[in-house]
């Protein structure tokens, strides 16, 4: 099944997540920013007071619209990252699982969450970030094969599936359920067989639908 430092643990932010992230203070001006993570190719810049207590956090993207013309208010580029930072600050804990960041980043629409803990900040994670844990937890990145089947929301439904494969000897690598538009559950499977066809006939022949690959006899 999917990959994790851990077997049987959730993947969590702390195996993702880029440790000692570059940071700066609310006192360098606008310019000094921008050149910074020109310089070492990143889009996020937590911002520290001289505590070291995180205090908010500046973006590429804010720098490009703090000194646009077309801003309502454009600020020089002398001007000071504290005016413009974004504050409080989003965070994530180390131990929080990889999916309720990446929940929290959808549902705030943000694209990087600051990792913090009780000695302060630790790390930062951002959207590509979450985007490669995740493929790495449905185990694209193997050689492999992908199976998508509707199952009726019955139990045993799915005990008899990974039956059926495993009576063919194929292993599972990893497992995603979501709901299905029409009804029931829809699973989608990375299989250790490059070659899915044969399982899918089986599959359809044990009276399973089938979806992925296109199968004429569940149709």
Not at 54 to 81: C, F, H, N, Q, Y
Not at 131 to 141: C, E, F, P, Q, S
Not at 195 to 202: G, S
């Amino acid at each position: 099944m999917g990959d994790s430092k851990e077997k049987g643990k959730p993947m969590l932010v702390r195996e993702v997540m880029h440790p000692e992230p570059l940071a700066i203070g609310p006192d360098s001006s606008l310019e000094d920013a921008y050149a910074l993570m020109q310089e070492r190719r990143i889009r996020h810049l937590p911002v520290l007071d001289p505590e070291g207590r995180l205090i908010g956090i500046v973006t590429d993207r804010d720098l490009r619209l703090a000194t646009s013309a077309l801003a309502e208010r454009p600020w020089k580029p002398e001007a000071r990252v504290g005016e413009v930072m974004h504050s409080p600050v989003i965070t994530a804990d180390p131990l929080d699982p990889i999916e309720s960041a990446a929940r929290t980043m959808r549902e705030e629409t943000i694209g990087c969450l600051p990792v913090i803990d009780e000695t302060g900040l630790v790390g930062i994670v951002t959207g590509v970030d979450l985007l490669d844990a995740m493929l790495k937890m449905t185990g694209v990145h193997k050689p492999s094969g992908r199976l998508e089947i509707r199952l009726p929301d019955r139990p045993g439904e799915l005990s008899r599936l990974t039956g059926l494969l495993s009576e063919r000897r194929v292993n599972i690598q990893s497992i995603l359920s979501y709901p299905d538009p029409e009804d029931g559950t829809r699973l989608v499977l990375r299989v250790a067989a490059l070659d899915t066809r044969p399982l899918a006939e089986a599959i359809c022949g044990a009276g399973m639908d089938v979806v992925w690959p296109p199968h004429r006899s569940c149709r």
